[in-house]
């Protein structure tokens, strides 16, 4: 059995191209199956087993995820990729399961997130030279990444993932590469380029065209947990609410523009949803500012 899923996860990153995040947590997800059916069935299953395994044991598995406090989302996750894996082995070895599509997906509650208040991204600045002041080099990536990810609405891995021959000779647009490998063009605001060039003048390390934008302090390329350690940084510092992340700054990117008048397909674009559905979200919650500002405005709310 280890062997059919290497094959699939190899299968994923060669073939399907999907990021290493997705693959690892895929991984994750059939390993979380087959340990289920072990203990389900009594017996390490072998991959031809996979072809009897029938409706129960599916829901039995959901339940069990739900009873080890699993999230919806994450289980929907989890059922994708066990429907992945079985159209692979349908696929390369001709294993077929029916069952598996009459078990729906539990329904994923989508939340509204918030944006940040414009003015607490422009309080960032001083507090980015206040807390490294004895670093002033971290102290100017640090606002650069901030002003990059509410400046381009990227998600952390497109932003650092910019390389340095990516922002040579300030191109009006930076071609990103997103989840599922797919290219979007972002146009680049001058205040972008000016907090980018402060940091690069006074950087010490990572100059290489090839070499990525955002460093370490030991000139590694920056992480995912060190972007989100800078916004935690920044948030505690200046007592803000904890929805303030660095996905909260790519939210309110895109917040703005759709109360500037952006058009959905241009947001989506520009933000890099497969699915206009995802982008769709942001006009409930440009209407839930407009019903709180009709509630405490209008004299008809205030009579009632």
Not at 52 to 71: E, K, P, Y
Not at 222 to 228: F, N
Not at 251 to 273: C, M, V
Not at 281 to 291: D, F, G, H, R, V
Request: net charge positive; glycine share 6%.
């Amino acid at each position: 059995m280890n062997d059919v899923i290497a094959e699939f996860i190899k299968y994923l990153g060669g073939v399907k191209k999907y990021s290493a995040h997705t693959v690892v947590a895929y991984e994750t997800d059939i390993h979380d199956f087959i340990t289920f059916l072990e203990n389900f069935n009594g017996s390490a299953p072998l991959p031809r087993d996979l072809e009897n395994v029938d409706t129960i044991a599916f829901r039995s598995f959901l339940a069990d995820r739900q009873r080890r406090g699993l999230t919806y989302k994450s289980t929907a996750r989890t059922l994708s990729a066990v429907r992945g894996f079985y159209r692979f082995l349908g696929q390369c070895h001709g294993i077929k399961n029916d069952a598996i599509g009459l078990i729906s997906a539990p329904r994923v509650p989508r939340k509204l997130s918030k944006a940040i208040d414009p003015i607490d991204v422009e309080k960032m600045h001083d507090a980015t030279r206040l807390i490294d002041h004895a670093e002033p080099w971290i102290a100017a990536r640090n606002w650069a990444l901030v002003v990059v990810l509410f400046g381009c609405g990227l998600r952390i891995s497109e932003a650092l993932n910019i390389k340095n021959r990516d922002v040579m000779g300030h191109p009006q647009v930076l071609r990103i590469v997103g989840k599922g490998n797919k290219e979007r063009l972002i146009p680049v605001l001058a205040a972008v380029w000016d907090a980018v060039d402060k940091y690069i003048q006074v950087r010490p390390f990572g100059n290489e065209p090839d070499d990525n934008l955002f460093r370490s302090v030991r000139g590694l390329p920056m992480t995912a947990r060190m972007a989100e350690k800078v916004i935690e940084n920044l948030r505690h510092y200046l007592q803000l609410p904890d929805y303030v992340t660095p996905h909260a700054l790519r939210h309110t990117f895109a917040t703005a523009l759709l109360a500037g008048g952006a058009d959905l397909r241009s947001l989506q674009e520009l933000l890099g949803h497969s699915s206009l559905a995802t982008t769709q979200l942001y006009t409930k919650i440009n209407m839930a500012e407009i019903s709180n500002i009709y509630a405490t405005a209008h004299p008809r709310a205030k009579d009632k």
